[in-house]
């Protein structure tokens, strides 16, 4: 059990011994059935729990008055309520864990309540919290506490602990937003305990345990029950106006004064909300007058995140939310981050789907996970349901006040019309299959197809094609079975959780939802008269699991009950249940066919002798029908049928099927028709038939994947596409089916009329025996729809998909009209012409192609661009088409007449980083506007669709002022042209509304989808908007001005890429995982409106209203956060234009890039130059040359594929180069400098080493944000690191350091040269260098040999030629070059600009001349001549195979000659053959990003950002080589697999790959031994910044804690980490070490204070957290312990200073002198009793970042404190030569600094309070400052020794100064990475501690004794010695 929370220890002990009566079972909830099987234990009462029928009323039961099976803690007594006029029990205090009432006595004890929903009749005390802890038990004795509580902030799941959150939102004060208000009333808390575990944990209630009430609320009593009833209805009114509704009992009725409503003076509370089938049973049973009007409380639940298990979209956090009495308008306008959904409102008229009557006596849980459907609608049920299925989750409802209400002080709670709701009603799903295309089963009476598509359920009717669903599944559905009578089906869902429903047939509402024993159950059975199913599956194991349940009572209310489960170790691809005898089935498998019987609750099987059959794969069996049933027909991949007695258990016949067509036909030929094809055809086959004897041939035959068998014949379904029906004695073939694809299925109908079949690609169909004609019944994409188009005219459909077909479907029929097929290349968009039968598609390789769909044309291409084609659009009055690619570049093309022509190509537009969406490109509605995203993913650009004239242009970012970060924009789309506006979703979860016109914000939506949206829509009378994101549809009433409604809608299974409205506006498109069509209810306007007055739902287009939104006009920094303004739209800016040197290399059409170079001799302008609006322009008016058909038939198409053009121009603009620097690049493996303090000293005051007090002694820590930055030879034990700016060479064997200092900015990489000798280090550029540091240092000597520059911003990688002759170094993505240089002269030889940035670069080891690097979308290769001083070099560039589907390389290594190993950002590791410039073999190495690569011999070792390190086999790869396109994967395996702490970044291993040394982004350094399997950790360092250094009072240890959460504890001797305490989701910002006063020595403490409020106590000798306190509401900034060590002082960010005992977890004193200003500082320190002139023996300070310190003096003992000082900074505007505010801090005053002396405990010293940088000296005794230290900065950290007169101070400007406090001597010290945060001196006073972010430098003090004259004079404090 959890701990309890609010500073107590722990929570109730577990039970010892003692067991609750066993529960009476009933899956419905009525309470009644048979009692389950528990063994029974002692508890208060025995025998059923009839005595707790119908009501259990718990204080009397327990006699809570007499103490005896209660208890009660503090203060809890009764009192006489005025309200209720009885006895309640009023429990208060101000700590709620030490006073409670508990239930029973001791946590050894159960209760044994069994009663499904628990009543709390109790009313919250203002203004502190409540608790309420329940602790259930489940059925297997699983304990679970759920606790209810207005402390709670969020929802929490544990697997044993649930944590509601209770809020109150109408209190007096905003920041106690979750305590009840002065009025609060008496609550009625219903709790359906049943359905809180099944919802949240799926577990099955047992009985409630027991019960903890604690303070503050008065409480009445408790009741349990398992009857549902309403609080608001007595018995006497129900009798009289004859309700359907369960009253409550006399004695748990609230009384009511007569003629008012019960809802005026009290509060019902139901939870668990109740769902889809009883949606409407709350708003009958509890309901206010008739107009809706609710006065008071209603529990609400917020949408958010939640972080337990929950796979559909849009979940919902459950927060118990109470709005009070006098809510004002102002509070209920709050915004919120998500718009809310209503998941239970107890008085609002809700519609059930039968209509408002339909109502539901009895709710369930399994009501909440199911949806019942009458007409197949979808159907209006709640976010928080178990199912993903197509159904709308209405919103919360509106808050309306009228002026009568608002006048009384009354909050009115009235629905806000959005209606119909639903509004979305599933049609049609154009798919089938998902998981597998194996299961469609037909009917009893054969007139429909019940088939899965992905996660819905089919049932198709095949003579009206009408369509109805099964709707309920989260994900794919795996298998389905019906029974012989069709009326109950079973199915099951794929996924590690795998969910068993059974459906009945006729109402399609689920019976019974159950979790299957299984991982995924892959086959389903029913026994024919459907009381018996039997389930084929995996565990988790791998093992093969046979699972029997009994079905019997699901028809009656019951559940399925698991009869029986056993293991085989054999191999099960079809399992079958006989239809004579249910108890019989039988299995097949490879070489096995079993026979299997149920009998006594197990399932047992034998095997049957196959002889020589053995080695056979069986696929599928059936056994034979009525005269023929003692035979079993199985069939098998090598095209044998064997006819098994499976009574006698042996092979009656084998039989071989061979093809009667010479082999050697392709079935590639078969599978390539294309938009023409034909139906398949039947014919008739004559095949070999062998009998027993002589053995039957294993030879080559028709492989067979399934078998269906009628009374006279046995259908066949093979892999050569055919459909086979023959005579039962295999005599000859009497019809065949030829298929587009391999046959999957076969399943004959009832009366054998009809035979089914399926193929792997996705068609269904079926031979109709008597006329030998084929039906299709639907096809389907084979992989995920990647976008669609509609088309007006003639109501088609067409869509593209990653199965490499376009496809075109009539929207009236569903039925398939055209399919067309590109083999080598994947369709990414789609458009139809407005006007012309003519469709337009973009594909993966950049092409764009038109087509015909009248005319058998040859497709006409267009090839202008170079990256994968992300948008495609035609202008409605289809003039202009338009295309974007993934480099940026958009063209425009004339598409008005039937011959496309392209017009302008511009170069870096449109934002590479974009995907391929349909709202990439969008045209306004007059076809005058075209918009997109780019040239950067932040801006949106408008342009003229004629001219390309810019015409506007907004930011993005600067719109998302809520948002942390910045945000991006994702989609943009055009809404009706009166008024015109502009729809933008952007990252931050917004839908931005825009005048097209100006670019002013007219609205905005926040929260819109908990994903970024990467599709919406607008309808064209612009009522409703579609967006899409994850798997969710949200409808949204965009005529609504303010807070508009919407409705979800969910049912796909993957995520939904695309969404649109149907030509007609009566329909709604939406493609994923297959095709949805849904139909709006809500019948659109006939005519947009005539002007935005016209519309009442059309807001304003210039500005939005203040009241809306209120934006901060305040200049934002560089730091990448969001800028504080909203931005003015920028004028036109030229159109930049590149110019292309030449054509392309095999291709035509028009290409334009830019370069730095500037435009080579070679390029020209073509023909048809001019200028549009004064703008320099770059026009190419389309010839011959650029369009047309081009190339050989080939295919269905009839052209042939182009090679893809190498190299790339030189020619380009400098402006434009300069002005848009490459995007980053979204792969980790690409190096990224953290953001630092920009401040840097250029020189500081270093002297000489014979003279410096402080020396580096080591470093802690190691840069996990570089990018291989490890270096290790294990011959020569060279071990180098990086650390901030620092290169650490340490010594393995004894853990000394050396420090190489020099980089001014982050060390990025390095590279070690071959023979060792040689290290080069490189870091970024700075204020201080222009450009970027590469340091050349001789191993040897630790010297730097020499400086080069040549890169901008960073560089990626470093390599050396095999000879050491050559270095090469690539740049980061902000200047894309690659420079080489040599090492004899270190001499820049050649460099390059590259067309987009790469990742990382290596030399041949074996070609010194060769060299390689990889990135985006290419692998370029280099071949190097060398000709005395100069270098030339020949570029190569080859794309990466789009079959690869990857985007992009990043990381790569020489394996043996000539294979080049790379890794791609998909997980996959790909081999090329470097002579034959191709790939040739690729697997799936991880699933994360692989960033790391390092092959030798046959060993390849791979890292990724899955935090995986993998070592591979590849010994067979060169022979995979020889194979060529014929090469697999399958014979390079893993070896080992190591998992570490973070993503891998660097990696270095020994030549024989058996140990190596990896670095993480955790900043740890692992040693790695893969013979031992074996990871040890090497170096650790803190991920995030380090906000706190202590050390413990012995000198023997020191401690850390650092925002990534965790309190690490280091040895002082070693340095190395000892322990960690890691608190998850929380920073941790202050710590302190207890003092030895405290306790034992042996018994040290360190407190941590974190972000959250709360403050931990943590035992360094137990290593346990001993104590959690919530002292808080707000983050802890400082902590320290008192002199004593008994009382623990904290300080929060809103200036609080809390003082707490940490031995009883009590906060005894809050002192609030420095509200309003965060704490910074917090010392205590010891003196004598009465010393200046105060009483106490603790004297301590707080300083704030106000610039004020206070000194106190207490004595916590008597609880005494008294304020015996305060200082604080003279105003800046009063005095005189004050100094301008420090430009680190431009509008911050400098951190206030404050510290006791060491040496003098009554002198103060301080820093940052005056307004001069320098440090005072002030005397408590004298009341005055003493003595001043001028500085040249301001500090930022101050530290004192406590044994020399030493003072340490950090700068921001990454300086630490030590200054002698005697004799006035200062000392610089530079070496760190950042601002110097902390620095600290250890208590032995001989190490200093320095800290910038997460580096930590430690430095030895040499001396406490210095002589001056080597020091530098500085001023004197001679005042010390008097």
Known sequence: MPPCPHGTRGGLAPETGLRAPPPWQDPLGSGTGDRASCPPGPSYFHGPPVWQQPLLNVFRHFKVGEWKRSTKEGDVAPVTDK???????????SVSASNYLQLPKTSTQSLGLTGRYLYVLFRPLPPKHFVIHLDVATEDSQVIRVSFSSLFKEFKSTATWLQFPFICEAGPRKDLAGVAPSGARWTCLQLDL????????????????????????????????????????????????????????????????????????????????????????????????????????????????????????????????????????????????????????????????????????????????????????????????????PVALSERPGRKQSSRDTASGDTVFQRRSFLPDPILRLKGVIGFGGHSTKWAVWTKDGAAVVYPCHAVIVVLCVDTREQRFFLGHTDKVSALALDGSSSLLASAQAGPASMLRLWDFQTRGCLSLSRSPVHTLCSLSFSSSGVLLCGVGKDPHGRTVVVAWGTEQVGRGGEAVLLAKTYTGVDIQAFKVAFFDEARMASCGQGSVRLWRLRGGELRSCPVDLGAHRVLELTDLAFGQAQDARTLYVCSRSGHVLEIDHQRMTVRHARLLLPAQAPGSPLSQKQASGAGRRAPATRGEQSRCFGLTPPTPLGPGISISSLSVSQTT??????????????????????????????????????????????????????????????????????????????????????????????????????????????????????????????????????????????????????????????????????????????????????????????????????RDAHPTPNALVVSGDSRLLAFVGPSKYVVTVVNTASLEELLRVDVSALALASSRLASAVAVCFGPVPPGHLLVSTSSNTVVVLDAASGCLVRELLGVHPLACPSLALSRDARFLLTAADRAIKVWDYAAKASPGHQVYIGHSEPVRAVAFAPDQQQLLSVADAIFVWDILGAPE????????????????????????????????????????????????????????????????????????????????????????????????????????????????????????????????????????????????????????????????????????????????????????????????????????????????????????????????????????????????????SRCQIRIWDVPGGSCRRLISYHNTAVQALAFSPDDALLVTLGAYGDCTLALWSMATYELLSSVRLPEPAHDVAFNPREAGELTCVGQGAITSWLLQQRGASVRSQAHREPIPEELGAGELTSLCYGDAPLLYCGSNAGQVCVWDTCASRCFLAWEADDGEIGVLLCSGARLVSGSNSRRLRLWAVGAVPELRRKGARARSSSVFMERELTLDGAIVSAVFHDSMDMGVAGTTAGTLWYVSWAAGTSTRLISGHRSKVNEVVFSPSASHWATCSDDGSVRVWSLASMELLIQFQVLNQSCLCLAWSPLSCRRPEEQQVVAGYSDGTLRVFSVSRIAMELKMHPHRVALTAIAFSADGQTVLSGDKDGLVAVSRPRTGMTFHVLSDHQGAPISTIQSTHKEYGDLGAEGADLWLAASSDQRVSIWVSDWSRGHCELLDWLSSPSPALTEHAAPPPPQFPSHPPPSLAAFCPWDAALLVCAGLGVHPEVAFYSLRQKQVVEKISLPFFAVSLSLSPGAHLMAIGFAERVLRLVDCESGAVQDFAGHDDLVQLCRFASSARLLFSVAHSEILVWEVTGHRAIEESLGSGPRLAWWRS
């Open 83 to 93: 309200t209720l006029q009885c006895t309640v029990y009023r429990i208060q205090g």
């Open 194 to 389: 049943r359905d809180t575990l099944l919802v949240y944990l799926n577990r099955r209630y047992g009985h409630l345990k027991s019960v903890r009430l604690c303070a503050s609320l008065l409480v009445k009593n408790l009741y349990t029950s398992d009857l549902c009833f309403d609080p608001a209805v007595t018995t006497v009114e129900a009798q009289r106006a004859k309700l359907s509704v369960t009253p409550v009992p006399r004695e748990m009725a609230f009384p009511v004064p007569k003629g008012e409503s019960w809802h005026e003076h009290y509060v019902h509370v139901r939870f668990p909300s109740v769902s889809s089938r009883a949606s409407s049973e709350p708003a009958q049973k509890s309901r206010s007058p008739p107009e809706a009007v609710f006065r008071g409380h209603v529990l609400e639940l917020l949408p958010h995140p939640v972080a337990f298990s929950n796979p559909f979209p849009d979940s919902v956090s459950p927060v118990a939310r109470m709005f009070g009495p006098t809510a004002s308008r102002q509070a209920s306008s709050v915004p919120r981050p998500l718009p809310e959904v209503r998941l239970f409102c107890e008085h609002s008229e809700v519609c059930g789907e039968n209509g408002p009557g339909d109502h539901s006596q009895e709710p369930s849980a399994r009501a909440q996970v199911t949806n019942k459907h009458a007409t197949g609608n979808s159907t209006h049920t709640s976010s928080l349901e178990l199912a993903t299925v």
């Open 714 to 911: 046995c259908a066949v379904g093979s892999d050569d596409g055919y459909l086979r029906l023959w005579p039962l004695d295999f005599s000859s073939v009497l019809l065949e089916a030829e298929h587009e694809g391999p046959v999957t299925l076969v399943c004959v109908s009832p009366d054998g009329l009809r035979v089914l079949s399926a193929t792997s690609s996705g068609h269904l169909g079926f031979l109709d025996v008597p006329s030998r004609e084929y039906n299709v019944l639907t096809r389907s994409h084979a992989a995920p729809v990647l976008g669609l188009a509609t088309e007006h005219s003639r109501g088609q459909l067409a869509t593209v998909s990653q199965d490499h077909t376009v496809r075109v479907w009539d929207l009236a029929t569903l039925q398939q009209l055209y399919d067309l097929t590109s083999p080598e290349e994947t369709p990414r968009t789609i458009a139809f012409h407005p006007t012309r039968p003519a469709l337009f598609c973009g594909f993966g390789s950049g092409a764009v192609r038109s087509f015909s769909l009248e005319a058998a044309q040859v497709p006409v291409q267009h090839r202008c661009h170079r990256g994968a084609v992300t948008g495609l659009a035609v202008s409605p009055d289809g003039s202009f088409l338009f295309s974007s690619c993934s480099w940026g570049t958009l063209a425009q093309y004339r598409c008005s007449a039937a011959q496309c022509r392209i017009l302008r190509v511009t170069a870096d537009m449109v934002c």
């Open 1086 to 1329: 006939s005519s947009p409106p005539g002007s935005a007055g016209d519309s009442p739902g059309v807001p304003p287009t210039c500005e939005a209203s203040p009241g809306e939104r209120q934006l901060e006009d305040t200049e934002s920094g560089a730091s990448g956060l969001p800028r504080q303004q909203v931005p003015v739209p920028s004028q036109a800016a030229p159109l930049r234009l590149g110019l292309r040197a030449g054509p392309l290399e095999g291709g035509d059409g028009a290409f334009s890039t830019s370069d730095e170079e500037g435009p080579s001799e070679e390029s020209h302008i073509p023909e048809g130059l001019h200028q549009a609006s004064g703008l320099p322009m770059l026009v190419k008016e389309a010839s011959g040359a650029g369009d047309g058909a081009w190339g050989a038939p080939r295919g269905p198409w009839g052209f042939s594929m182009r090679p893809h053009p190498r190299g790339w121009a030189t020619a380009r603009s400098t402006s434009a180069a300069q002005a848009r620097p490459p995007a980053r690049p979204d792969c980790y493996r690409h190096f990224v400098a953290r953001y630092k303090s920009p401040l840097l000293v250029k020189s500081t005051s270093v002297p000489g080493a014979r003279t410096e007090r402080l020396l580096l002694k080591a470093v802690v820590g190691y840069n996990g944000n570089g990018r291989a930055n490890v270096a290790w030879k294990p011959d020569t034990g060279f071990f180098a690191y990086t650390c901030g700016c620092l290169v650490v060479v340490e010594d393995l064997h004894s853990g000394a350091q050396r420090h190489w200092l020099g980089h001014p900015e982050e060390v990025s990489t390095l590279a070690l040269s071959h023979d060792a000798q040689i290290l080069a280090s490189a870091s970024g550029c700075g204020n201080t260098a």
